[in-house]
């Protein structure tokens, strides 16, 4: 993989930056603000840093030249190369994916140790022999030496990668996934240490995450944009859509208007109504698709129209008639779809579900109640079976406070056993 910085003085030139040397596929994996320094600063601008990363094989069809394994954020940074790392002010870092490197490490150091402390038995034989025979040649001892030391340091790489792919399938990240990260980065022969490669599959697991894609609003469309939240049922779509309304409305200052086609329900529009009084959004209920003809046009001026569906059992094909001719009643307009999902429903279910709904449209991906588990592996195992982008995560009750855009990062130390993850009151 190649992870480099670019600096500009606006954030779109420092992205411009990243996709002309890294190209298209190069992910934005952190941006910061960089102050001017010392006696001229008032003289200087700020400064844009973004940091990026492709994978290997994108970098390779893009014809760049790849540049040495760096780190991906200041921890990590630090950890592997203490003799670059610049000082920097005090920041409010997660500390638990340390505490979790060196417990690896003691770990895999400890049973290492105690394997060569471990006294050999020699038979009668074996020391007569020993007695009997000639010295051995410096050159077979310093040979055997190297086979010994050769074969400590395959036993401690071995070790490591158990414990890392332990530590990953305990997070419910699938077998199959977890050996393919490890394949990947032993592959390309940057593995050195267990630090080295707790820092490549934290890299890896990022880039595999790929950038997120939340709700964003295209200027110069003449008409609103529509929003979908469609899923099964009980994932917790219509408080979904009451947390993003109110940040679209109150910190966006988007004009919206919320359509409710969940008339099975028991007190779904009430709920929605709710939500949508306390904002000043205007709701409308689509009992049946021809009713959007005389609806959508009195909501024009709008920027944004969300629309709330009926959940959908997987089991239950022919309810998905129904959300077809919904979506095709949005033809003429500009359509975003997200795909609500519980991270506590199971990775074999999850597969039938997103394999139903990515028959019928492109989804983006929410994932919810991340509050009510500490696996978040199928957050991952779901992204590489489907490829569909992700979004936001969701993980409480609290409107509009527990939703956000989904942060690779957060995900990827969690999966690497990092305490401090969403849900968890971080």
Do not use: W
């Not at 910061?32 to 492709?54: D, H, N, S, Y």
């Not at 150091?109 to 020699?122: L, V």
């Not at 939240?229 to 779509?237: D, Y």
């Amino acid at each position: 993989m190649v992870i480099k910085k670019f600096q500009a003085s606006t954030e779109t030139q420092a992205i411009l930056q990243a996709k002309s040397e890294l190209g298209k596929d190069a992910i934005v994996m952190n941006i910061k603000t960089i102050k001017p320094k010392g006696l001229f600063k008032m003289f200087r601008k700020t400064q844009v840093e973004v940091t990026a990363a492709v994978d290997e094989a994108s970098s390779k069809e893009a014809g760049k030249e790849q540049k040495p394994l760096s780190v991906i954020n200041a921890k990590i940074d630090e950890r592997l190369h203490p003799e670059t790392a610049a000082v920097r002010p005090e920041e409010n870092e997660d500390k638990e994916l340390d505490k979790k490197l060196n417990t690896l490490a003691r770990l895999v150091e400890q049973q290492i140790e105690s394997k060569r402390k471990e006294p050999k038995k020699e038979s009668r034989k074996s020391k007569v022999r020993e007695e009997t025979e000639p010295e051995e040649p410096r050159e077979a001892r310093d040979a055997r030496d190297k086979r010994k030391q050769a074969a400590s340091g395959d036993s401690m790489r071995n070790k490591s990668i158990e414990l890392i792919v332990d530590t990953l399938t305990n997070n419910e990240v699938s077998m199959m996934y977890a050996k393919q990260i490890i394949e990947e980065i032993t592959h390309a022969g940057n593995v050195r240490t267990l630090d080295d490669m707790l820092a490549c599959v934290y890299q890896k697991i990022i880039l595999k995450l790929g950038q997120t894609r939340p709700i964003v609003y295209e200027k110069g469309n003449r008409r609103p944009k529509v929003v979908l939240f469609i899923g099964p049922t009980g994932v917790g779509k219509t408080t979904t859509i009451a947390k993003l309304s109110s940040k679209l409305a109150l910190e966006d200052k988007k004009k919206l208007a919320i359509l409710t086609a969940d008339t099975y329900r028991i007190a779904a529009v009430e709920q929605i109504k709710t939500y949508a009084g306390i904002l000043s959004i205007p709701v409308e209920v689509v009992y049946e698709v021809k009713d959007l003809s005389s609806i959508l046009p009195k909501y024009k001026q709008c920027d944004y129209i969300l629309v709330d569906t009926a959940g959908r059992s997987h089991k239950n094909t022919e309810q998905f008639d129904d959300l077809k001719q919904l979506l095709n009643a949005f033809s003429k307009y500009s359509v975003q779809t997200y795909l609500v999902l519980s991270a506590t429903t199971k990775y074999k279910d999850l597969k039938k579900i997103t394999a139903l709904y990515d028959d019928i449209t492109d989804c983006n991906l929410i994932f919810t109640k991340l509050d009510e588990t500490d696996a978040v592996g199928n957050i991952l195992n779901v992204k590489l079976d489907t490829g569909m982008p992700l979004s936001y995560v969701s993980y409480g009750q609290n409107v509009p406070d527990d939703i956000e855009v989904m942060n690779p990062q957060v995900i990827a130390k969690q999966l690497l056993g990092g305490k401090n993850g969403y849900g968890s009151g971080r």
